[in-house]
């Protein structure tokens, strides 16, 4: 079950973005990350759900898509995200957060591949712009956006070739994603 859960969770990049995320939807996957381990136990991870129109379209142009796909600019109107999940550190809790929001990133991409949503977890980030656009103020550090939404695009796995790691698309718009064998994974030490 873990197995197909693991695989069902993809990295997906164009949305049905009219099909809505509930707010209570959001409310249960952070309900998930809030349950999650945490370094020193500190919990220093605040999170900003958004999920509306206006919001989103704040947050949509502070975030860049497919490093690899160099002539994609991003998903186009009616295939982006219906949802945000941003994730920020606090610093008056802790000024390093140490891995935890990687930890909450993958909590939360696993509970909403459960629920029949993908993700996109994105760390490359206009920070600045972010913060202005939501008004957040300074005591927290921007760590991940999460785009969320019911998948608008089929994704594969397949075994790496040649050691590369590139992420691809055919010609009928399938996603491909290269994984690297078990065998090249475990060290024989």
């Known amino acids: 079950m873990m197995r197909e859960l693991v695989t069902k969770s993809r990295t997906y990049r164009r949305f049905q973005q009219e099909k809505p995320v509930s707010e209570a939807t959001l409310t249960d996957?952070?309900?998930?990350?809030r349950l999650m381990p945490s370094a020193s136990n500190r919990q220093p991870l605040k999170y900003i759900l958004s999920g509306s129109r206006e919001k989103n379209e704040k947050v949509f142009p502070c975030l860049a898509w497919a490093g690899y796909l160099k002539d994609w600019a991003g998903p186009v109107e009616g295939e982006r995200?219906?949802?945000y999940i941003i994730i920020l550190g606090d610093s008056e809790i802790s000024e390093?957060?140490?891995w935890d929001h990687g930890i909450s990133a993958q909590t939360i991409a696993l509970g909403a591949a459960e629920t029949g949503l993908g993700?996109?977890?994105?760390a490359s980030i206009d920070r600045d712009q972010l913060k202005r656009e939501l008004n957040i103020p300074p005591r927290y550090q921007v760590l991940l956006a999460i785009a969320l939404g019911y998948?608008?695009?089929?994704v594969v796995l397949e075994e790496m070739k040649g050691?590369?790691?590139k992420y691809w698309r055919d010609e009928k718009g399938v996603h491909h994603t290269p994984k690297r064998s078990l065998g090249e994974l475990i060290l024989d030490l």
């Open 29 to 33: 996957l952070i309900e998930l990350a």
């Open 81 to 83: 995200p219906a949802a």
């Open 96 to 98: 390093t957060v140490q």
């Open 119 to 122: 993700t996109c977890i994105i």
């Open 151 to 154: 998948p608008g695009e089929t």
């Open 163 to 165: 050691g590369d790691c």
